[in-house]
């Protein structure tokens, strides 16, 4: 829905009384424009903004098709203000000096700068409404600091990914509520695309061009960039793909929430880390792997020294003696594979640097092997792998280029997987992710099944009858299996007690579970008969 600065967008602003441009507002302001036409034949079924009052966004229907549509409606510049943005670009591109000092947040940086360059240039430009300023600036941000055209899309906090498959082709999203919708976002020419996509490469701090048309990378914000470019592989031009970073990830609790988990597994699993038991989660694409992976780590004992290794930085941790390693590409051609910094590479290096428990992002290649050597020498482990279930999961382990042997398959103690499963709620059919199955691994082919869940109820059943872990585990510390048993109960009810209290945030659920680690019966105590002033600050935040 292309718009111009008709006369109903100047009444608009006019209404909403923005303060003139020369001065400073003293507040800022949020008006909300008018709902903008839908094209006929469509029904919205619903319309949210997405940065008052540039962008909003309706999602339509076609009543024929039942298919939806995600109708991005961006104030666009007219072609005045597009001869002026343009040199507006110009003086900001050799006016704006980089920041003296590490800045925490480069766009309001940017916009203060922008302002005041604006604003002392605007007489020489000419003479343009206010309402035209605000939109020039809102562009040059976007453009120069932001996303650029997906910068709208960016702020969306329901859109899980982005990609574009390639020119003249809408651009998709993964919407929480209406799964992979159209967007009416296209890119028509190749050098916009490539355009985009070298500047968002850029902003991870990036190399990309024709020799080297693959980049695997992490935006600002830890959104993961997937890029293919030009027409070196991908016919229809450059693609890419956008997995959006949560900037509030998932706890341990939204999980719970959301039904994906079940307190008392959850309970099961923070026994189980607590006791370096390695644990491998699987499934497929968008899944969910990598989202209870970081919810899992966060149940480890504050104060463990955990390395993490990924390809693209996603996991998002609380502990302090944390160390990220991240592989990186070579830009080498043919066999000069010079200066590569391979997951292998990085697995063995973790070695010397005696982490407790080891997470490697994902399992694909040859860093499965060193893995499973490290968890053989006592580490505690934790991945994710591209598998359905632990059959097909095994195979892939025990084959090349993994090559696990059979007798090492038992030191990945747990394997659950983890399914989109699509559900009905009031007439809708509504996706959710649900943990299909957790196993122990007795031994190569000899697996346990702990919990399993019912889809006609939507509930974990679960089974401990032959668990290896629980004796295990009173074996190795000396207690009892009814005194395991009770801490297992205890911890279950801090997990609902955390729910109850609406301690959801990642950092508010790390803040009590290393409080439960480091004085178990007194916070027990305190937290059954609701006496936790010191954790008053943990809430809600
Ligand atoms: N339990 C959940 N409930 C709702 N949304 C979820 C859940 N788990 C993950 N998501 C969302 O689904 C998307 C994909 O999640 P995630 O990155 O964890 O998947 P993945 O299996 O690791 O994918 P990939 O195979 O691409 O690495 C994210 O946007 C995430 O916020
Ligand atoms: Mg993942």
Not at 355 to 361: F, I, Q
Request: overall charge neutral.
């Amino acid at each position: 829905m292309p718009q111009k600065t008709s006369s109903k967008l100047k009444n608009f602003m006019k209404k909403i009384k923005l303060p003139k441009f020369g001065k400073k507002p003293k507040r800022r302001i949020v008006p909300t424009p008018p709902p903008k036409p839908v094209p006929r034949g469509l029904k919205v079924i619903e319309r949210y903004p997405l940065y008052e009052p540039f962008a909003h966004v309706a999602i339509v229907q076609n009543p024929k098709t039942g298919e939806y549509k995600y109708m991005l409606d961006e104030l666009q510049l007219d072609p005045l203000e597009q001869g002026i943005y343009n040199r507006v670009l110009d003086i900001l591109l050799s006016e704006i000096e980089s920041p003296k000092q590490e800045i925490e947040d480069p766009r309001k940086f940017f916009a203060t700068e922008a302002r005041e360059i604006v604003d002392k240039y605007r007489i020489s430009l000419g003479w343009l409404p206010d309402v035209s300023w605000y939109k020039i600036l809102y562009h040059a941000e976007r453009d120069l600091v932001g996303f650029g055209r997906i910068d709208p899309l960016m702020r969306d906090p329901n859109i899980e990914d982005i990609s574009c498959d390639g020119i003249k082709k809408p651009v998709y999203i993964w919407h929480r509520k209406h799964e992979s919708i159209e967007t009416n976002l296209v890119f028509y020419e190749d050098s916009e695309l490539d355009n985009t996509v070298v500047k968002l490469v850029h902003m991870a701090g990036k190399h990309v061009s024709s020799a080297f048309p693959i980049v695997d990378a992490s935006l600002p914000g830890k959104h993961r960039l997937a890029v293919c470019y030009r027409r070196e592989i991908t016919p229809f031009g450059t693609a890419f793909t956008i997995r959006k970073f949560r900037e509030d990830p998932y706890s341990i609790i939204d999980l719970i929430n959301l039904g994906t988990f079940s307190e008392e597994m959850a309970a099961y699993f923070w026994i189980c880390l607590e006791n370096r038991a390695s644990i491998m989660i699987l499934g497929g694409t968008a899944a969910g792997k990598t989202t209870a992976l970081n919810a899992l780590a966060c149940l480890i004992k504050p104060g463990s020294k955990i390395i993490t290794i990924e390809e693209t930085a996603e996991l998002n941790l609380s502990h302090e003696n944390w160390v990220s390693l991240i592989a990186r590409r070579s830009y080498g051609l043919g066999e000069n594979q010079t200066g590569e910094v391979t997951l292998f590479d990085l697995v063995k290096t973790s070695m010397r640097h005696r982490p407790d428990v080891l997470v490697v992002g994902e399992i694909r290649g040859n860093e499965a092997y060193v893995m499973f050597q490290a968890m053989a020498t006592g580490h505690g482990g934790m991945s994710t792998m591209h598998a359905e279930d632990i059959d097909s999961a095994v195979k892939r382990l025990t084959q090349k280029p993994m090559d696990i042997a059979p007798a090492y398959i038992p030191l990945m103690n747990i394997v659950l997987s983890v399914q989109r499963v699509h559900k009905k709620v009031e007439d809708e059919t509504k996706a959710f992710r649900r943990v299909m199955e957790v196993n122990e691994v007795a031994n190569y082919e000899d697996y346990r099944r702990m919990f399993k869940w019912k889809a006609a109820e939507d509930i974990y059943q679960s089974s401990f009858n032959d668990s290896v872990m629980f004796p295990y585990v009173s074996e190795r510390t000396g207690v009892s299996r009814n005194s395991l048993q009770k801490e297992f109960d205890q911890r279950r009810n801090v997990l609902h007690w955390m729910r109850e209290q609406n301690i959801r945030s990642y950092k508010g659920v790390a803040a009590i579970i290393a409080e439960y680690y480091a004085r178990p019966e007194e916070f027990y105590e305190k937290a059954s008969i609701g006496e936790i002033e010191t954790l008053a600050t943990a809430r809600h935040t």
